[in-house]
């Protein structure tokens, strides 16, 4: 097989995996991804995951990686808030939550890490579409900050979450208070749910 035959296939999805291409052509040959791959041709993402080198240019283009790359997973935490500027710094490492194991990968598009958390916490996300025919699973807002102060121990005081730097802003005016304590009492953690109060109380929530 040529490469213009793969790629006229599996551009448009960004990011493709070796099972796809066996369902396409059954006889492929996996030895010419690893040549493609040499010559520039393809990008390898992780195992059996691979993209164009085209894309590099494409903004946002690593939460598309993340979210296929390891799946279920949607963006959220540092991520999530820089993208909302919820925080003030740009965030390098790309940062998702999984309800697999927590693990890390790097590729030419970035570095990328997954949060684990229980089945039951995979909601708060939304889907966002994403050049054209492809789909991004996104947090909202408020379950990024949540997964934020659920799985990082150390925002545990009013001093550590003012260190945060949340945006007063959009704390005010854009935050969906209702979502935001509802989605806290799905996660059954007292923990959390003071953090919340904390939270509430710095912002005026």
């Known amino acids: 097989m040529n490469f213009l035959k793969l790629r006229n296939q599996f551009y448009e999805q960004g990011c493709f995996n070796v099972n796809q291409v066996y369902a396409w052509q059954p006889d492929f040959e996996k030895t010419n991804l690893t040549r493609w791959v040499k010559q520039g041709l393809l990008i390898k993402l992780r195992n059996s995951w691979y993209s164009f080198p085209e ?19 949607y963006i959220s935490l540092h991520s999530a808030l820089a993208f909302y500027g919820i925080i003030p710094e740009a965030v390098v490492q790309t940062t998702a939550v999984s309800s697999l ?3 890390n990968f790097e590729n030419a598009f970035g570095s990328f890490s997954y949060q684990k958390v229980l089945p039951k916490l995979m909601f ?18 408020e379950k990024a900050i949540l997964d934020l102060l659920y799985l990082y121990p150390q925002y545990n005081t009013e001093s550590e979450l003012i260190e945060l730097r949340f945006d007063e802003a959009f704390m005010q005016d854009d935050l969906n208070i209702e979502r935001l304590h509802e ?7 007292k923990t959390l749910s003071n953090r919340v109060k904390l939270l509430s109380k710095i912002y005026a929530l």
């Open 55 to 73: 894309y590099l240019k494409t903004p946002n283009f690593q939460f598309l990686v993340s979210n296929k790359m390891y799946s279920p997973s």
């Open 101 to 103: 194991k927590k693990t």
């Open 124 to 141: 708060g996300y939304e889907q966002k579409s994403f050049l054209n025919k492809q789909s991004l699973f996104f947090a909202t807002p």
């Open 183 to 189: 989605f806290t009492e799905r996660f059954q953690s």
